[in-house]
């Protein structure tokens, strides 16, 4: 059996979790935590990182300190997962879903303009795939019409725009460490600030309303209820199964790029046949490898071909119902322009095993049966 993911583990989670319970603190916030953000400031050339809860509670935290009032409007894609949408109406926000490019399935910045109405707050900027965004042209709408810009970056942790780490060119950027990931804690994320603006304010909100952390710097002699809050602080376990994570985060990013390109190089000649469509990494983006995806004629097809697949062992998803069309999309927003690719494009698209220590033959037996299935030679 082929599985479609398998979750990461680089062999030092053991050493790292045994040091954080014999520290005798589990909480959240102590040296792994604190290890984690500064390891990706310094990577990332990050003006401040916290570890949060998941890469939901990170959009969560982004959304509200973007001071989002009820009725506002977020622009978005409907092509993405549920969390970028509902972090938004945590808030009371209006979404209004764009359409997406057909080449790389992010947001067609193009449409973006176009949505704007004078309730519009923030622009969503998610990078499927870990493949970028087209940000200097979303970043310049946002400036002309004084929006803020979240980036997605779940996906997009290790991955560049034009040289600069994604999640780092919004006003804030939002990383998922679930297993599904490229990097892992099990269940996290992490919050990007890009203005300093906003560090007390999210160190409030993600420590229950408190200003413990500027207690714990020396800053105040007492911590006390300050404002409105939650509670975003993984525990120590997770930072330091992350921690063993991030420390071989180049052999983790260098291994699946390795299995990437086998599967383009591969299935090249299965898409110049013109049975399938193989992904766009568009200049100026560094992508990390998070999927390795392909598009069938329609849904047909590739409702056939998942089921045979399966039949052979091997384990293929699809995703996303477009947003617009879930119910919960349906109540909480409307769709801008036309959708001229959202539903067309998710219905054809599939994703082929991808995580981690996936082995060469194992990619090798993949590409054999979907040349079988298309009843192409090679
Ligand atoms: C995985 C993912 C999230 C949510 O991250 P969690 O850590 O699972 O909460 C949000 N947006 C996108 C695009 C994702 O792929």
Same mark, same amino acid.
């Given at each position: 059996m082929i599985h479609f993911n398998v979750p990461p583990a680089t062999g030092d989670e053991l050493v790292y979790l045994e040091q954080a319970i014999q520290s005798g603190k589990i909480c959240g916030d102590g040296d792994f935590t604190r290890k984690c953000n500064s390891w990706m400031e310094r990577r990332f050339h990050a003006q401040k990182v916290l570890l949060t809860t998941s890469g939901t509670t990170a959009l969560d935290m982004a959304m509200i300190l973007c001071g989002l009032q009820p009725g506002d409007e977020v622009i978005l894609p409907s092509f993405t997962f549920s969390s970028t949408a509902t972090a938004a109406v945590l808030v009371g926000a209006k979404l209004v879903f764009v359409d997406v490019r057909p080449d790389t399935m992010n947001i067609d910045e193009t449409r973006i303009e176009q949505a704007i109405t004078d309730r519009t707050r923030v622009i969503v900027a998610m990078h499927y795939a870990g493949v970028a965004c087209e940000m200097d042209?979303?970043?310049?709408? $946002?400036?002309?019409?004084?929006?803020?810009v979240v980036e997605d970056a779940a996906q997009a942790v290790m991955a560049t725009y034009k040289g600069r780490a994604l999640g780092t060119i919004g006003d804030f950027g939002c990383y998922s460490f679930h297993e599904t990931k490229n990097l892992s804690m099990g269940e996290g994320g992490a919050?990007?600030?890009?203005?300093s603006a906003y560090n007390e304010q999210a160190e409030i909100l993600r420590e229950k309303g408190t200003n413990r952390a500027k207690f714990f710097r020396g800053q105040v002699d007492k911590y006390t209820w300050v404002?409105? /809050?939650?509670?975003?602080?993984?525990?120590?376990?997770? $930072?330091?199964?992350?921690?063993?994570q991030l420390q071989k985060a180049d052999e983790i990013n260098d291994d699946r790029?390795?299995?990437?390109?086998?599967?383009?190089?591969?299935?090249?000649?299965? $898409?110049?046949? /013109?049975?399938?469509?193989?992904?766009?990494?568009?200049? /100026?983006?560094?992508?990390? $490898?998070?999927?390795?995806?392909?598009?069938?004629?329609?849904?047909e097809e590739r409702t056939a071909l998942i089921a045979y697949m399966k039949e052979q062992g091997i384990q293929l998803v699809f995703h996303y119902i477009p947003l617009h069309s879930s119910p919960a999309g349906w109540k909480f927003g409307r769709f801008d322009g036309q959708d001229l690719y959202t539903t067309v494009e998710s219905d054809r698209l599939v994703r082929l095993p991808m995580y981690y220590g996936l082995r060469p033959e194992d990619i090798e037996e993949v590409v054999h049966h979907l040349y079988a299935f298309y009843g192409v030679a090679r």
């Open positions: 042209t979303i970043m310049d709408i $946002a400036r002309r019409h004084n929006l803020k919050l990007v600030i890009n203005n404002d409105f /809050g939650d509670s975003y602080l993984p525990s120590e376990l997770n $930072a330091a199964y992350l921690w063993a790029m390795r299995s990437w390109e086998i599967y383009r190089r591969e299935l090249e000649p299965l $898409a110049q046949a /013109g049975k399938v469509e193989l992904p766009v990494v568009p200049q /100026g983006c560094v992508h990390n $490898a998070h999927m390795f995806y392909l598009k069938c004629r329609d849904l």
